[in-house]
């Protein structure tokens, strides 16, 4: 079973947000609004909300992908929008919620791509990248498929690609979109598996997810973004409670705890009908 226990902030803070603002234009209004928090080293932070919240818009504000209208990204205490492109990528990994490759190129390939914000324009990799991305890929459980073509494997083996490549850019902190979307069940608890092991080897990782018992079974601080404003970030079993989630998704659920899964709550979403009988 798959838990992140009851950690509390794993150590100073990586990452601390203040009065982030973002619009994708003027006529279009605000998508989230004096958003601000900060992430400990070693914390897995999951941001909760229904379709179309922000949480890409806010991971890729803090990745450096996208400029914000206002506030300050502050990454081991220095602005994000001021780093160089290399400086931000030593530090910080984004993972993207989907991203096909149309080209057969071999996995270990896409997973070496990670090193490319430590060589120089016109190098080529060298047997110390090429160990780090192996050390990767073992990490994950991907090792078997390392010289599978890209476009030939299944969903979850390619969300998993994508984070051996985000361990091999070496850069400590991870921003994971969607992780767990489009997957089978078997699959999610495989990324899910991978991110607490990542968070238990060091790692200090941000999630947007849909499904709040992910981060019942993973996080140590959650948040829910919705209307444009981000609520406090707590710890799930603080954050997640019946009245909240039915408010966020606007569906009626349960929490329920049974003694075979331990001390951890899961969220049973209720049927207006009542289902089949």
């Given amino acids: 079973m798959v838990t ?46 229904p379709n179309g ?4 818009t806010l991971l890729k504000c803090i990745a450096g992908i996208i400029p914000y209208k206002q506030g300050s990204i502050l990454l081991d205490g220095e602005e994000v929008s001021g ?11 984004y993972v993207p919620q989907t991203q096909v490759s149309p080209f057969p190129y071999p996995v270990k390939e896409i997973v070496l791509m990670g090193r490319a914000p430590h060589l120089g324009l016109f190098s080529s990799p060298h047997a110390e990248d090429i160990g780090k991305a192996e050390a990767a890929m073992e990490m994950v459980g991907i090792s078997g498929l390392s010289e599978r ?45 991978t991110i607490v092991r990542l968070s238990e080897s060091g790692f200090t990782i941000l999630v947007a997810t ?43 659920v349960r929490l329920i705890q049974h003694e075979a899964i331990g001390k951890r709550r899961i969220i049973v979403p209720m049927l207006k009908s009542g289902g089949k009988k």
């Fill in 53 to 56: 919240t922000g949480k890409s």
């Fill in 210 to 252: 849909h499904f709040p018992d992910h981060a019942l079974m993973t996080s140590n601080r959650a948040a829910i973004l919705k209307d444009g404003l981000l609520s406090e970030v707590l710890h799930p079993e603080e954050l997640i409670t019946e009245n909240l989630i039915s408010h966020t998704y606007g569906v009626d």
């Fill in 83 to 93: 780093m160089k492109p290399e400086k931000a990528a030593g530090k910080m990994s």
């Fill in 149 to 193: 073509p890209c476009n030939r494997i299944s969903g979850g083996e390619w969300q998993l690609v994508l984070i051996a490549r985000a361990i091999t850019q070496e850069s400590g902190i991870l921003l994971l979109d969607e992780p767990t979307s489009h997957l089978d069940l078997g699959n999610q608890m495989r990324i899910l598996e």
């Fill in 4 to 49: 992140a226990g009851k950690r509390e902030t794993a150590g100073k803070n990586r990452i601390k947000v203040n009065a982030l603002t973002y619009s994708y234009s003027e006529s279009r209004g605000e998508v989230f609004r004096e958003v601000g928090f900060e992430v400990g080293n070693g914390d897995i932070v999951s941001f909760l909300g």
